[in-house]
């Protein structure tokens, strides 16, 4: 039996508002795949008016992520730069531009994929974001990936590392191994951003395309 549009609304925006006042992750989207055309828009809303954290208070946009609502492979990053503060949308500066010649070295798309951040507001001067910002911020996160449900999830950086992978262990320990995310395998790698500042060590390029070749041979995309 369907649900009918109004009261489909009706739920998220209940939801939307238990994720404003803190609550945590209660909806189930395993029913099929239809929620995804009505709850990303309206959660996109609801991340785009979010004040749950002193971040919605300098932002100029937020930036909830885009791509493909059906992706079999995520991109997970940190959180907005300057430039994705300005428009709205997730990875537009130079590392959106590099993460976007990564996603056509591997043969898709760039719309094809999905991408977000962990948090989806930039922080002041591009600095980490905080631990209390990513506990505000994660009921967002996980239901984007419950709702996409990706094949692959690709953590870019050891924010997003941390978010899927909690532990001590430095990227350079992570990289290059699956783990395991409700069942979605994860694949950390290197931040586009890193490989920018490093652009003189080759080896670093050079792992993180050893790093999308596995994510390749999982989802037997050659």
């Known amino acids: 039996m369907k649900v009918p549009l109004e009261d489909k609304l009706n739920q998220l925006s209940a939801y939307g508002q238990f994720l404003s006042d803190g609550g945590a992750d209660f909806f189930d989207l395993a029913c099929e795949p239809g929620p995804r055309t009505w709850i990303m ?14 971040l919605g208070q300098f932002r100029s946009k937020a930036v909830p992520g885009e791509g493909n ?6 991109f997970v990053g940190e959180a907005p730069g300057a430039d994705e503060d300005k428009q709205g949308r997730p990875f537009v500066g130079r590392a959106g531009q590099l993460l976007t010649k990564i996603i056509e070295a591997m043969t898709f798309k760039r719309e094809e994929v999905y991408i977000t951040n962990v948090v989806k507001c930039r922080p002041p001067e591009n600095r980490t974001p905080q631990p209390e910002e990513i506990d505000q911020c994660a009921p967002f996160l ?3 990936i419950r709702v996409v449900k990706p094949r692959v999830i690709v953590a870019l950086g050891k924010v997003a590392a941390d978010f899927f992978i909690p532990g001590n262990l430095s990227m350079g320990q992570l990289r290059g191994s699956f783990f395991s995310y409700e069942g979605i395998p994860v694949m950390p790698t290197y931040h586009p951003s890193f490989v920018l500042r490093n652009e003189a060590r080759r080896e670093i ?4 395309w050893q790093d999308m070749q596995k994510v390749m041979e999982l989802l037997k995309r050659r």
Do not use: D, F, G, T
């Open 69 to 74: 609502w059906r992706a079999e492979l995520m």
């Open 205 to 208: 390029k050079r792992q993180v």
């Open 41 to 54: 828009p309206q959660l996109e809303k609801v991340i785009q008016n979010c004040s749950r954290c002193p």
């Open 142 to 144: 996980k239901l984007q």
